[in-house]
């Protein structure tokens, strides 16, 4: 048995975890004793986890492998009894969620910078996942943080590197660490969940569909089932071998970086069905031919359908969504008669709800929906949630959509970001925003009258924590909105995010332009955070 070594290390020089944990760049992480101080520091701050199982993965963006390997040794000198690792040390954010719920584990460490590109001079980033398989709450993170700023030492066992790419057991000092399938688990859950046999028949019978991995980590999942088990051609995954950098892209499934998916979907001979994901497996877009669903759209289509899929036969406790993702889904529950909840950006205020059995299906406008099968958003389990009510209602996905807005009328809706703009102009700009929006109150804006203005804060309905400071709102008499954020995931320098909404109860007004829908109200926007002043952009950078 090898003894365990304490080595004194520099002091962390981290900055407080995002919406998802810790991200930078590669090199910053390369940093001697920065990734173990981090990992110190989240282990120093779980209670009772000797002798427990942790799960370790993540979505083999380069830094992946020598990332496992040091949590390997330092989980042996921990005290944990057994971690499981993903095969070569991937896992999907999904399988990930799936493995620390099947097992039992204590929790993971999922090892990703999710949509961010991937390379040495790219993005990395670490999230700590708690026995339910979903992120840490902000008690879990804050204490991390806090302990991340007095640590002054860290154990690690030296030892050799442990072998990662062959299954089985080996022993690493106390610990067992088993390598396991990276695939199988998952697709054991999504069998469970969806008609496998009609989604085959319907293959079969001729449909067609396009998936993009992105070279990122869905690639095997995908072909496991989509081509493997449901029969798809080979070929209707792309880019499907994940790649240390996702071959220089961003693995973003949007308009933008999806663009040769969306190409193929409106091109001559265009599939039936479209779909991408990112970079660790969580994100989804959803396409049909010369369609787009977006991703409010698409969690109001999918709860308005659920039923009609075996493992949501017997309908919807609730839904929640975060707050700037559309109210959509909203209607739906309205109709439903079941209850929607409005939370903050970002999975981790899912988990409360999910656990307490108080909503079935979850969604955010970033292109993430999930349900209570595991506590993280799962961007194939939405491909299959379309899959299977398509293989249901046999219309196209351009119809699904008309359909149900001729029922709920149309939310239209966009994001626009304003990427790396200086840090203290957006801070100072969300101050002038605070200050000033909740004076608006009745005040006549172009065509529209405000209702109300706040900074969004939440309270947990579970644990009754409060979360303040969570986006700035108008909210207009007509049920049109402005949201303003700064994103908690960026590496470089702060984005803004701008989320516009309108509500078009008729339905001859449903083929209109999005953009030219809302062209008011992100002039308003404009006008309100004084953005081309404070940021010198006259456009945003990406439009979703
Ligand atoms: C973004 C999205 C948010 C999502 C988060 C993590 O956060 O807006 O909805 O939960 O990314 O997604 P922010 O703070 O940059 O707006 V993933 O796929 O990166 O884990
Ligand atoms: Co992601």
Redesign the pocket.
Known sequence: MIAHRIVSTVPFSGQKPGT?GLRKKVTVFQQPHYLENFIQAIFDSLEDSARQTLVVGG?GRFFNRPAVQVILKMAAANGFERCLVGQGGILS?PAASCVIRKYHAFGGLVL?A??NPGGPQEDFGIKYNIGNGGPAPEKVTDAIYTRTGVIDSYRILAAPDVDIDSLGQRILGDMTVEVIDSVRDYVTLMQNLFDFNRIRDFFRSGFRMRFDAMHAVTGPYARAILEEMLGAPVGTVMNAIPLEDFGGHHPDPNLVHACDLVQTLHGPDAPDFGAAS??????NMILGRMSFVTPSDSLAVIAANAHLIPGYAEGLAGVARSMPTSSAVDRVALKKGIRVHETPTGWKFFGNLLDSGAVTLCGEESF?TGSNHVRE?D?VWAVLMWLNILAVRRKSVAEILRIHWRGYGRNYYSRHDYEGIDSAAADAMMTHLRATVPGLADRRLGSFTVACGDDFCYTDPVDGSVSSRQGVRVLFTDGSRIVFRLSGTGTEGATLRVYVEKYEPDHTRHDQNTQETLAELVQLANTLAEIRERTGRTQPSVVT
């Open positions: 998802s979505d954010t990703s999710s949509h990112d970079g660790d497996g969580d994100r993430g958003k961007g």
